[in-house]
């Protein structure tokens, strides 16, 4: 299953990425790191994210502020 993580690269969203990556395939999406980059202000870079990631099975959301 491909699973994107948005908030993959900060401490609980890391977490869910080490978790999943043994059994399936992992796109970790972060403010400033990981496989993506997203700023979920912006409508138009989400739409980005979407279109950069390509078809996917489950996306999990571990984003908030620090």
């Not at 994210?49 to 489950?58: E, L, N």
């Amino acid at each position: 299953m491909r699973v994107i993580v948005v908030g993959g690269t900060g401490t609980i969203g890391s977490a869910v990425v080490a978790a999943l990556s043994g059994r399936h395939e992992v796109v970790a999406v972060g403010r400033n790191r990981g496989a993506v980059q997203v700023d979920l202000a912006s409508p138009d870079s989400i739409r980005t994210m979407f279109r950069s990631v390509g078809k996917f099975d489950a996306v999990i959301s571990a984003a908030g502020q620090a």
